[in-house]
């Protein structure tokens, strides 16, 4: 599926042609600020384009520049990767590194990350192939329901001579009358008129149920079937089912798609996009940062350090869906990196990383801009929510600048928790307004400064209060 952008792109029209300058512009419409990162991950994201235009041998030893992302949460880390992703079209997992040692010393298999980046890039290209297959299945789906509905005649053996032809006469009739009706069935199904009446399908039984298989690593999900193992022994068995003719539809249309689509291309094409084009964002890695001190924590943070280190530098990983390289895959790791810095990480693990950026905290500028700039802000969620209702909420300039100041002043007085501290107060704000809002006679909300500091001012100014509201 070629990915096109959107028409603010001039002279753009591929992701290929995406210049650094324009991929940083597409980012801007959904995260504030941090420029720095944005030309990180821009450049990052453009080598990509770069190294496929080599030839296979130069391109094969040209790796991926990883990032570290390092500022304290809220500043739109997760963001930005997330962001790019979807500009890219491709794989993405995020990861929480402290998940490898929240048991302990054992915790989870470093490897599981590749394996849920393949199965998030099977059912991407998959829904990519059901997107082009979508026509197709419903016009199958729709013939099938027809002769549910409208069972085709048996055929009939005829004698030979003047019978058969006067049979063959009678046959045409039947035939041409046989089809009026059917497309007259075809134009009331299509207008849904037909919904309600039950038909008789085919229904598939499920298969025996997958289970877990313990490896040496540990529990992983290897969804091995036993009719994956045994495929002649349990055959597909089908049983009937009556159902309203809408659900036949779907369930139909759901069979054919899985009927013209081969899933074994799809898999190959999966893993072939993790290998090229998959990112995995590693967040919290300044929790694993330690040097071992022979006991406690810190044994168990270096030596998942040492584990996720053949993964970043690049290792094949065994998967139900084949073997898999890492070597091209991008990796971001963030961390806010209070209390260890980067370059407490093994150095082994430090120089897989060579490209390190610092996100700024939050101003009250920043955040005025937060409310009003990005494609799915606050205040236009907020108004969109509201006005379902028909309340039509709106938001004056010093409102806005009054609600980034309270956001700043309880961040900085409390837990910095960046551009979050907006959605709890926000919710603070229109707490009566979303709560009345059915009952409300007057339809027209307008939230201007004086309104917001009626609604926040008692909270802010009591600390003790504040903790634990916003």
């Known amino acids: 599926m070629v990915f ?34 944005k030309r990180a991950v821009a450049i990052a994201l453009r080598n990509r384009v770069r190294r496929q235009k080599l030839s296979e041998e130069l391109a094969e030893e040209v790796l991926p520049k990883n990032i570290i992302m390092i500022g304290p949460t809220g500043v739109g880390k997760t963001e930005i990767a997330r962001r790019l992703a979807r500009l890219t079209n ?20 470093v490897e599981s990350m590749v394996r849920d980046l393949v199965e998030i890039a099977i059912d991407m290209v998959r829904e990519e192939r059901v997107n082009e297959v979508a026509d197709k299945a419903e016009q199958n789906a729709e013939e099938r329901v027809l002769d549910l509905l409208l069972p085709p005649p048996a055929p009939k053996t005829r004698s030979t001579g003047v019978e058969e032809i006067a049979a063959t006469a009678g046959d045409g009739a039947a035939t ?49 079937n036993i009719k994956d193992i045994l495929p002649g022994l349990f055959g597909q068995r089908t049983k009937k089912r009556r159902m309203r003719v809408a659900e036949a539809m779907d369930y139909l249309i759901q069979e054919e798609e899985n009927r013209l689509i081969d899933m074994e291309q799809v898999t190959r094409a999966a893993v072939e996009r993790v290998e090229q084009n998959g990112i995995i964002f590693l967040d919290e890695v300044d929790k694993i940062a330690g040097r071992e001190r022979g006991h406690g924590p810190d044994v168990s943070r270096e030596g998942v350090q040492r584990d996720i280190l053949p993964i970043v530098e690049g290792t094949t990983v065994n998967t139900r869906h084949g073997m898999v390289r890492t070597d091209h895959v991008l990796f971001i790791a963030a961390g806010a990196f209070h209390v260890s810095k980067p370059s407490d990480l093994i150095p082994e693990l430090q120089g897989r990383f060579p490209i390190r950026v610092e996100l700024q905290s939050l101003s009250v500028e920043d955040f005025i801009r937060i409310l009003k700039e990005p494609q799915s802000a606050l205040v236009k969620q907020y108004t969109a929510l509201l006005e379902t209702e028909g309340i039509k909420l709106s938001f004056t300039d010093d409102a806005l600048e009054e609600l980034a100041r309270f956001a700043a002043t309880v961040n900085e007085q409390t837990e910095n928790i960046g551009a979050r501290r907006l959605h709890t107060i926000m919710e603070k704000l229109l707490d009566e307004v979303s709560f009345e809002g059915p009952d409300l006679k007057k339809k027209n909300v307008k939230v201007d400064a004086a309104y917001v500091k009626e609604r926040l001012a008692d909270i802010v100014k009591n600390q003790d209060l504040s903790r634990y509201i916003l």
């Open 176 to 224: 041409d009358n046989l089809e009026r009706t059917r497309e007259k069935l075809r134009a009331q199904l299509r207008e849904g008129k037909l919904d309600d009446r039950q038909v008789e399908v085919d229904v598939r039984e499920r298969s025996f149920p997958a289970f877990e298989v313990i490896s040496s690593q540990g529990i992983e999900e290897m969804d091995i």
């Open 90 to 109: 491709s794989p993405f997992l995020k990861v929480e590194a402290s998940r490898f040692t929240e048991v302990g010393y054992v915790g989870r298999d």
């Open 4 to 37: 096109y952008l959107p028409e603010t792109l001039e002279g753009a029209s591929t992701l290929e042609e995406m210049t650094p300058r324009q991929i940083v512009a597409e980012l801007d419409k959904h995260v504030v600020g941090q420029s720095e990162a």
